[in-house]
T-cell receptor
Framework: EDKVVQSPLSLVVHEGDTVTLNCSYE??????LLWYKQEKKAPTFLFML????IEKKSGRLSSILDKKELFSILNITATQTGDSAVYLC??????????FGAGTRLTVKP | NAGVMQNPRHLVRRRGQEARLRCSPM?????VYWYRQLPEEGLKFMVY????????ESGMPKERFSAEFPKEGPSILRIQQVVRGDSAAYFC??????????????FGNGTRLTVT
């Protein structure tokens, strides 16, 4: 059975801290790994990773994939209160299906 | 350029009633996915549709649930004879290609269904 496991489930930090969110997976037919940020509204797309070892960056966020060890990390540096959200990891497993993790709930305190 | 539009945002139904959830994909997107999100759980795939076709409904309960994406108009997720366990947030997502082509999904704001 395909599995996507995110850790930690929740995290509380203070503004300015750096956080690392983890996503490990066991799936057949891996195609891609995606990170989404979900606040009260819809999940918004952050990154798509298909190749190992290539870091993707967007401002204070970065992510990397390790296809040998079957995990990805999402880093957020200099966190701000606006980073508070649930971060979802999703793995594309075939032509039309994705498996989502349960998410990591990040709370950034002022 | 409107994003994925879902309505209603909130829906309250009594047990035994029918719930209809609507989703209009982004302009130019012909692939629609429905997901259910339960508290403290990730998004669970329900069904994948293209215009007038159900491509994969493996995540949708066989009874009481149905989905359509007609040639004209929004995609509809229909839940008949709702039960309390159907209470959840239902998200619709669209993409210009299937996710197998590594195309990110664009999500709507969800419909929060509460069954009383």
């Amino acid at each position: 059975e395909d599995k996507v496991v995110q850790s930690p489930l929740s995290l509380v930090v203070h503004e300015g801290d750096t956080v690392t969110l983890n996503c490990s997976y066991e799936v057949t037919n891996f195609r891609s790994l995606l990170w989404y940020k979900q606040e009260k509204k819809a999940p918004t797309f952050l990154f798509m990773l298909t190749s190992s070892g290539i870091e993707k960056k967007s401002g204070r966020l970065s992510s990397i994939l390790d296809k040998k060890e079957l995990f990805s990390i999402l880093n957020i540096t200099a966190t701000q209160t606006g980073d508070s959200a649930v971060y979802l990891c999703a793995v594309g497993v075939n032509n039309n299906d994705m498996r989502f993790g349960a998410g990591t709930r990040l709370t950034v305190k002022p | 350029n409107a994003g994925v539009m879902q309505n209603p945002r909130h829906l309250v139904r009594r047990r035994g009633q029918e719930a209809r959830l609507r989703c209009s994909p982004m302009k130019g997107h012909s692939h629609v996915y429905w997901y259910r999100q339960l508290p403290e759980e990730g998004l669970k795939f329900m069904v994948y549709l293209q215009k007038e076709n159900i491509i994969d409904e493996s995540g949708m309960p066989k009874e009481r649930f149905s989905a359509e994406f007609p040639k004209e108009g929004p995609s509809i997720l229909r839940i008949q004879q709702v039960v309390r366990g159907d209470s959840a947030a239902y998200f619709c997502a669209s993409s210009p290609q299937s996710t197998g082509m590594n195309s990110p999904l664009h999500f709507g704001n969800g419909t929060r269904l509460t069954v009383t």
